[in-house]
């Protein structure tokens, strides 16, 4: 098993930043791909970026390319999303995921079998 938190969510201005973070426990050992996901009100969950647990590739989403970054720290177990000139469109509840599957289908929410339990995003104008 495999758990994940969460942090770093929180309210900021247009054009502003924040870091997420997301820390995984359990059988860390096996997972192959961690992910941000993030879901607005009224909208699918939808993805966000993701990287390879081992050789740290990343993928994004069109709407976030240039903007946002996702890192891993494999000694400590966590990944990040830093998110650079927020959007207010990117308001959402941002989920890590990850999975213990060798598919390559990153953006896929079906392949992730573990989930945290969401941090609050909150872009103002």
């Known amino acids: 098993q495999v758990q994940l938190v969460e942090s770093g969510g929180g309210l900021v201005q247009a054009g502003g930043s924040l870091r997420l973070s997301c820390a995984a426990s359990?059988?860390?050992?096996?997972?192959?791909?961690m992910a941000w996901f993030r879901q607005a009100p009224g909208k699918e969950r939808e993805f966000v970026a993701a990287t390879s647990w081992s050789f740290g590739s990343t993928n994004y989403a069109d709407s976030v390319v240039g903007r946002f970054t996702i890192a891993r720290d494999n000694a400590k177990n966590t990944v990040y999303l830093q998110m650079n000139s927020l959007k207010p469109e990117d308001t959402a509840v941002y989920y890590c995921?990850?999975?213990?599957?060798?598919?390559?289908?990153?953006?896929?929410?079906?392949?992730?079998?573990?989930w945290g339990q969401g941090t609050q995003v909150t872009v103002s104008s």
């Open positions: 995921a990850a999975t213990l599957s060798p598919s390559r289908s990153f953006a896929n929410r079906s392949v992730y079998g573990y």
């Open positions: 359990g059988r860390t050992f096996s997972v192959t791909r």
